[in-house]
């Protein structure tokens, strides 16, 4: 694998910054009772990284979110294999909208359903138990990991949308000023 250039490992590090600073903020919003919760556009920054740099770095990107967002807030573990799912994999798995960057709402999709996937089976292994009497454990996962992820992919699409397709990122760069010898 080439190394990394250093115009993508700072776009990189930028757009993992401003998630974990959207994460941050978003904490003002509540949060549900076994983890997960609603944010300010969070996830914004890492698929568009992935959209903009492909999956590769995409995954990368959101591994070291998840990282990163765990010296700020302590993990909800009740094991190795939960922990590697609801963290490094969920967040990793919104890299995978890379595989769709010409298509804004696919490419979201896919990421923020990689992510519930991630979210959904650490549900059904680990906290059937919350699930209310009568209620399926992998309905219950479904509903509470859908609840909040639903909205996130709707907020993420709208913002992606409106950033990609108004260009609001585009870097118009001045007319050089051709030097000619007389």
Do not use: C
Request: aromatic share 12%.
């Amino acid at each position: 694998m080439p190394l990394i250039s250093r115009p993508i490992l700072a776009e990189g590090a930028i757009m993992v910054s401003i998630a974990v600073v959207l994460d941050l903020v978003s904490t003002i919003l509540p949060s549900l009772p076994q983890g997960g919760s609603i944010t300010l556009g969070a996830m914004v920054p890492l698929l568009l990284f992935a959209i903009r740099r492909g999956y590769t770095y995409g995954i990368a990107a959101g591994i070291l979110f998840s990282i990163v967002t765990l010296a700020f807030r302590p993990p909800f573990i009740v094991s190795p294999i939960q922990f590697l799912l609801d963290y490094p994999l969920a967040f990793g798995a919104l890299g995978l909208a890379g595989l769709f960057s010409s298509n804004v709402i696919l490419a979201t999709f896919v990421g923020i359903f990689g992510r519930f996937l991630a979210h959904f089976i650490s549900g059904v292994i680990w906290f059937g138990e919350y699930a209310p009497e009568g209620t399926p454990v992998a309905v219950y996962s479904a509903i509470y990991n859908g609840s909040y992820l639903g909205i996130e992919f709707v907020t993420s699409t709208i913002l992606l949308y409106i950033i990609l397709k108004r260009n609001i990122l585009e870097i118009k760069q001045s007319n050089k000023t051709k030097i000619t010898k007389t």
